[in-house]
């Protein structure tokens, strides 16, 4: 199997557990509580995953300053679709006091979405490239993603069915994702071999940018709207698997 292949269905695999998570959640009639606690470990698993296998590993092959840029890059393009998601009716924040709107709901399960492509891309850019070195897929990184996808499905696609979202639209937008994260890693593989260490760094960093600020506008406040003081806790726990599962790696 040519590597660039290889790579294409590794990244769809790390897509496709976004796919998972959505049919779950639209098959499955899952409690709030429990879809609030699976999006807390979620983000916890996406902070560390942001930090030990994103920033940390751009930051040596590729220095600071590229991934500075790269990382403050990702997180401006995340706020402004969020922001454009916004002015057009798709706000997702609201009152503790407030139940949420039919358009809080489908905004927030959108924003997810939105961060799920803004952070798969680069995030299966990454898992090409890792081929590149001989040493096989980057297992941690792998695992990383899988785990913090399934929650991303099955929060988002939850907001979205309360919403009235039709299942075509649904599953369009989860598979359109899933596919883009397969030619990501391919195009990766191909386009990046012998990519200067920056360039990559670059890359690798505007997926940690877009992740960080994703979780914190969007997944730890609609986690803890509904899970409260176990919201906490369970991003702790969602932290420290990915934590072991890239040492254990």
Not at 15 to 30: C, I, K, Q, S, Y
Not at 125 to 130: Q, W
Not at 205 to 225: H, K, N, Q, S, Y
Request: a neutral charge; glycine letters at 14%.
């Amino acid at each position: 199997m040519p590597q660039w292949v290889e790579a294409g269905v590794w990244g769809l695999a790390g897509g496709g557990a976004l796919v998972v998570g959505a049919l779950v959640a639209w098959f499955v009639r899952v409690p709030r509580d429990v879809v609030a606690v699976v999006m807390a470990f979620g983000a916890g698993v996406l902070i560390a995953a942001a930090s030990f296998e994103l920033v940390d590993e751009a930051e040596k092959t590729g220095g600071l300053l590229a991934t500075a840029c790269g990382f403050l890059g990702g997180a401006v393009a995340y706020v402004l679709a969020n922001v454009l998601l916004a002015r057009r009716g798709a706000r997702h924040r609201k009152r503790s006091s407030d139940q949420p709107s039919e358009s809080e709901q489908a905004g927030s399960g959108t924003a997810i979405a939105v961060g799920a492509l803004l952070d798969g891309v680069p995030e299966s850019v990454v898992l090409g490239v890792s081929l590149l070195s001989g040493g096989g897929i980057g297992v941690a990184m792998l695992a990383a993603v899988v785990i913090s996808n399934v929650p991303e499905g099955l929060s988002s696609v939850a907001g979205m069915k309360q919403a009235g979202r039709r299942p075509g639209y649904v599953f369009g937008v989860w598979g359109a994702i899933a596919v883009a994260s397969g030619l990501s890693a391919a195009l990766g593989n191909l386009l990046l071999d012998g990519a200067s260490p920056q360039l990559i760094a670059v890359i690798t960093a505007v997926a940690a940018g877009a992740i960080l600020a994703m979780v914190a506008d969007t997944m730890i406040p609609e986690a803890f709207e509904r899970a409260r003081l176990y919201t906490g806790l369970c991003t702790t726990a969602g932290f420290l698997t990915a934590f072991v599962v890239e040492r254990l790696g």
